[in-house]
């Protein structure tokens, strides 16, 4: 059975910082991985999808790697603004279509 | 609109009643998927279909929980005798093509349902 982990679950940071957070699966055969924000009280909103055959995928400051034989992606986020504290899920897509969730890292970033 | 949206909002409803949650789709995307997700956690998956047929209901936790989307476009997450563990924000998504690795799920703000 797929399990994604993510650590750390709550991050807190000083504005202009890089960080990187990261998330692991147990089972590599999937078809892509998502990373998704999530704000409070609200839906999700996607920022990257690597595919299967990709090692990485980049939008603006974001950066997200894919590691599927060993099992992990990182997602980084260069010079941290205030406007990005928010919940960061990934998520693995299996063979069936559906995602599998990772339960998020709590991202605060001070002004 | 064009995304995926979601009614109503919030719902709350006293344990044993019966709720209706509702899903419209991106216009053209076959696929549609139901998810759940607790308090601190990650969504959970619930129901997929591509078109109007459940593709995989393995994720629906007990009989109680039952989706139709019967012209292949908005669905609707039926709960009969709710109860308070089913608590939870009710998120949807759908995506152009069902089982194709390359297809982005795109998610609606989700229906709040409080069960008191």
């Known amino acids: 059975k797929q399990e994604v982990t993510q650590i750390p679950a709550a991050l807190s940071v000083p504005e202009g910082e890089n960080l990187v957070l990261n998330c692991s699966f147990t089972?590599?055969?999937?078809?892509?991985l998502q990373w998704f924000r999530q704000d409070p009280g609200k839906g999700l909103t996607s920022l990257l999808l690597i595919q299967s055959s990709q090692r990485e995928q980049t939008s603006g400051r974001l950066n997200a790697s894919l590691d599927k034989s060993s099992g992990r992606s990182t997602l980084y986020i260069a010079a941290s603004q205030p406007g990005d504290s928010a919940t960061y899920l990934c998520a693995v897509r299996d063979q069936g279509g559906k995602l599998i969730f990772g339960q998020g890292t709590e991202l605060s970033v001070k002004p | 609109g064009a995304g995926v949206s979601q009614t109503p909002s919030n719902k709350v409803t006293e344990k044993g009643k019966y709720v209706e949650l509702r899903c419209d789709p991106i216009?053209?995307?076959?696929?549609l998927y139901w998810y759940r997700q607790s308090l601190g956690q990650g969504p959970e998956f619930l129901i997929y279909?591509?078109?109007?047929?459940?593709?995989?209901d393995s994720g629906l936790p007990n009989d109680r929980f039952f989706a139709v989307r019967p012209e292949g476009s908005v669905s609707t997450l039926k709960i009969q005798r709710t109860e308070r563990g089913d608590s939870a924000v009710y998120l949807c998504?759908?995506?152009?093509?069902?089982?194709?690795?390359?297809?982005?799920?795109?998610f609606g703000p989700g229906t709040r349902l409080t069960v008191l």
């Open positions: 279909f591509q078109g109007t047929g459940a593709a995989d």
């Open positions: 216009s053209g995307h076959t696929a």
């Open positions: 998504a759908s995506s152009q093509m069902g089982s194709l690795s390359y297809n982005e799920q795109f």
């Open positions: 089972d590599s055969a999937i078809y892509n």
